[in-house]
């Protein structure tokens, strides 16, 4: 099948990439670099450099590389600075899915793999969360990715598109080649490590008298290995299935302390810690039940294990510790 991967050269977008390739698809790459990484992507992969809001040039794209279906990753994912710019997160994310959308439709492309979030639910009235549980959205990059559910639903409706859509928290770890690396970076075990290179000085936990074992966050953390695959097989299973929405998760969360002391035991470090006031809105424990997607297409974590993750992660870090910015040099040298 030829894909097209948007946002394919980010953190998840390119392990996806690598994992349609084993799977035996042509991938093509759309990814406007600003948050991506060129050196993230595949000799074998051909590269466009692009807007998603860019229409004419998607669906031109989309008709010359004769493509048949579409991973949607290309996103602003910053809960926190969603709030204080909106309309970044629903020009991006909701505006230029339309974009995609309508040039998908204009070049008869009708499937869609849609890269969601968990944040669509807000503040959870069960633990694990089930697909079925009210959608209330306490941010607006977690507004901005239900508005785009919505318009799939209707999309479905009207124009016949097949489309799943994956809905996960937190994305964690990395393959021998390909790890994470945002600007800025937010997310808690490349903050924890980056400590343990000693590019940070301390951790920040932030609340300990959260009602949960140890008194800190519980989060649900997946193999981004994982979550490729799930996306691979949600394409696959776009041949039967016209309608899918799916959570992806461990099932059972890890705390921030525990995040930490599995970065201990991993990088054999002290890494320091400073405890700090609760943020506000953040919930005691976020865990998603990923019951349907396991039961409906057969998807199972490879790697569920914390110090597996954690530790896949800390080799990445180690083997790249200016994470892309080094292959870059090295390929400006060389040219």
Not at 114 to 127: C, D, I, K, L, R
Not at 220 to 232: E, F, G, K, M, S
Request: hydrophobic share 40%; proline share 4%; glycine share 8%.
């Amino acid at each position: 099948m030829n894909v097209l991967v948007t946002g394919g050269a980010g953190y998840i977008g390119s392990v996806t990439v690598a994992e349609l390739l084993g799977a035996g698809h042509k991938v093509v790459v759309y990814d406007n670099l600003s948050k991506g990484h060129r050196e993230a992507i595949s000799g074998e992969v051909e590269l466009i450099v692009g807007d998603i809001a860019d229409t004419e040039k998607l669906q031109s794209t989309l008709k010359t590389r004769r493509i048949d279906a579409v991973l949607h990753f290309a996103a602003l994912i910053e809960a926190g600075e969603s709030m204080s710019v909106p309309e970044r997160y629903f020009r991006n994310n909701t505006f230029g899915t339309l974009a995609l959308l309508e040039a998908m439709l204009a070049a008869g492309v009708s499937r869609l793999v849609f890269s969601s979030t968990a944040a669509v639910y807000g503040q959870p009235e069960n633990t694990p969360i089930l697909e079925s549980d009210a959608l209330r959205p306490t941010n607006a990059y977690g507004e901005s990715k239900l508005m785009v559910e919505r318009m799939l639903r209707w999309f479905q409706e009207s124009h016949g598109f097949r489309y799943a859509s994956l809905r996960y928290f937190n994305a964690a770890g990395a393959t021998t080649d390909l790890g994470e690396a945002h600007d800025p970076e937010s997310h808690l075990i490349p903050l924890i490590l980056a400590v343990a290179q000693g590019t940070r000085p301390f951790i920040s936990i932030y609340g300990t008298d959260y009602p949960t074992p140890d008194g800190t966050c519980v989060r649900d953390y997946i193999h981004v290995v994982d979550l490729a695959h799930a996306h691979v097989l949600a394409l696959s299973a776009l041949e039967q299935r016209a309608q899918m929405i799916y959570n992806l998760g461990n099932g059972h969360g890890f705390s921030v302390r525990q995040v930490v002391d599995a970065a201990r035991r991993i990088t054999g470090l002290e890494i320091a810690v400073k405890e700090t006031a609760r943020r506000p809105g953040d919930p005691a424990i976020l865990v998603a039940s990923s019951a349907r997607i396991r039961e409906e297409l057969g998807w199972t974590p490879r790697y569920p294990d914390l110090d597996t993750i954690v530790s896949t992660a800390w080799e990445w870090h180690r083997k790249h510790p200016r994470a892309y910015a080094a292959e870059r040099s090295q390929q400006y040298t060389a040219t």
